[in-house]
């Protein structure tokens, strides 16, 4: 199959959102040409990275965690709109990434999220790659939100 081009529409789905590393990992080996990324939440994420060519980093270091580790990654809120902030795995996120952003990443990229004032759905493209995935994971009533572009 060597030579197929293939763009990636990678779903949301918390640890689940793990099978897309395994995926991507059985497409690569396969010999397809990934141009192309649109993902939400754990699709952003996982796609932001493979997008920077940074993946097998990021799975190499979900791999190591312990189950105190994950634990630690655990940033409690006391705002409202979040039980979770979500910063300390941003933090590990942002250390495999560097400062990139969506526009100098080899694959064309896409983080899909919510505009929770208007419902509406927003498609981050330009910006700071960790930035769209902050937004992107944001999930009302767990994971605080986070203003992109202006948008919350």
Sequence with gaps: MAGNRVALALGSGGARGYAHIGVIDELRHRGYDIVGIAG????????????????????????????????????????AAGVLRAEKILDAVRDILGEVTIEELPIPYTAVSTDLLSGKSVWLQRGPVDAAIRASIAIPGVITPHVFDGRL
Excluded at 42 to 62: I, N, Y
């Design 40 to 79: 939400s939440s754990m699709g952003a994420l996982v796609g932001g990275l493979q997008a920077a060519g940074r993946l097998d980093e990021f799975a190499e270091w979900a791999k190591s965690l312990t189950q105190r580790a994950v634990l630690r990654l655990l940033d409690p809120s006391i705002a």
